[in-house]
């Protein structure tokens, strides 16, 4: 008979032997950013996760820079919005602004630039529109725009996030034009149409006025597709690729972790930490326990990077630990 529970005796003996760890250094927060003074709105579908003016984001950044977490995902919401997004590019931008802010103060942490235009357009889709049809090419000079501007502000890593064909391509070119050939790109390469993203929309003021995302994120049914995907930004010169949601595409993690050699992060997003909340404030699961067993499970898959609201907490409990 073989004694596998031998190696299980004890919890120093499961550390020894444990084949997949997390650290914080592995992780990056999402925060939001929002025009205003003196604003600090809770998220009501995500406990926790508040929206900042500019003003008040010292209070999280300064949580974010101690506990041990690599860096900041940013996602910013302007006072005006219009059918061009124009405020994702615009110099002074709130997201722009906040770059530079927190550069300034927390020059250490990194800071990833979200690029999509859905939360700066009055239609809230990810590109232009034209007789309710999502332009693809005529979207990419804005996403690249609003790169470089991003990139001019201070931003460490450029995360384009919109899905329209050739943005990676796209943006590259211009970030090497306007002086920033060691910007790097993480791409949202298998960004899937989700219902999990629900939360995120109230958060970012994001939600789409009309119809759906599902004519340029992906089919969630399709994972060869995904690893296209992937292929074809790596190929238009991604430095990081993603996959997202998480959770329920850890097939497709692990695909992608086989296949490709660059660091791969996963999205565990607002949908995935909402369902965790609700059912921990209803003292149905365990929340430190389920928390730090979906984080494992996305690095057990083969994630490098993960992006979670839940940063904060598993880095206060690794310290724990």
């Not at 003074?37 to 995500?46: F, G, Q, R, V, Y």
């Not at 060691?182 to 989700?194: G, L, N, R, T």
């Not at 692990?254 to 997003?269: G, H, I, K, T």
Request: glycine letters at 6%; aromatic letters at 8%; proline letters at 5%.
């Amino acid at each position: 008979m073989k004694r596998f529970r031998r190696l299980r005796t004890s919890e120093p003996m499961r550390r020894l032997v444990r084949e997949t760890k997390i650290s914080a250094e592995e992780m990056i927060y999402p925060i939001f950013v929002i025009e205003g003074e003196n604003i600090k709105n809770p998220i009501d579908s995500m406990p926790g996760i508040y929206q900042y003016s500019l003003d008040r984001m010292d209070e999280i950044l300064k949580e974010t820079a101690e506990s041990g977490v690599s860096g900041i995902l940013i996602f910013g919401i302007p006072a005006h919005k219009d059918e061009y997004g124009s405020q994702a590019y615009a110099p002074d931008g709130i997201t722009q602004r906040a770059v530079r802010q927190i550069k300034r103060d927390y020059p250490d942490l990194l800071v990833v630039a979200d690029v999509c235009l859905c939360e700066y357009t009055s239609h809230g889709h990810c590109g232009l529109v034209e007789e309710g049809k999502i332009l693809n090419d005529e979207t990419l000079p804005l996403l690249a725009k609003m790169s470089v501007s991003l990139a001019e502000a201070g931003a460490d890593i450029i995360a384009p996030s919109d899905m329209m064909d050739g943005r990676v391509a796209a943006i590259r070119q211009a970030l090497d034009e306007n002086g920033f050939p060691d910007v790097p790109i993480m791409a949202y390469s298998a960004k899937f149409a989700s219902a999990y993203y629900g939360p995120f929309r109230e958060a970012a003021h994001s939600a789409p006025c009309f119809g759906d995302r599902r004519s340029y994120q992906m089919d969630y049914h399709n994972k060869k597709e995904a690893l296209r995907e992937i292929e074809d930004d790596i190929a238009e010169g991604a430095d990081i690729v993603m996959v997202k949601p998480a959770l329920a595409y850890l097939d497709v993690v692990q695909a992608a972790s086989e296949r490709f050699d660059l660091p791969l992060a996963v999205y565990n997003v607002s949908g995935e930490y909402a369902m965790v909340k609700a059912a921990a404030q209803n003292g149905w699961i365990d929340e430190k326990r389920i928390v730090m067993e979906n984080l494992t499970a996305m690095k057990r898959a083969g994630a490098g990077i993960l992006i979670t609201y839940h940063a904060l907490d598993a880095a206060k409990w690794l310290k724990e630990q």
